[in-house]
């Protein structure tokens, strides 16, 4: 459920079944085909670093 704020709350299990960990930032943002994908920052600014798209 989205919070008034704007939240979300994942469940622990799913993250760790994803390979992320208590502390590492996410990014999250429109795949445009109206899902959400979430990725680790630094997964992402390499990709964007190194000329792949998200």
């Not at 760790?16 to 502390?23: D, K, L, Q, T």
């Amino acid at each position: 459920m989205v919070r008034e704020d704007g939240s979300v709350e994942l469940p622990m299990g799913i993250l760790v079944e994803a390979g992320v960990a208590p502390g590492d930032r996410l990014l999250a943002y429109s795949d445009g085909d109206g899902r959400i994908v979430l990725r680790r920052e630094a997964d992402a600014m390499d990709d964007l670093l190194n000329g792949r798209p998200l």
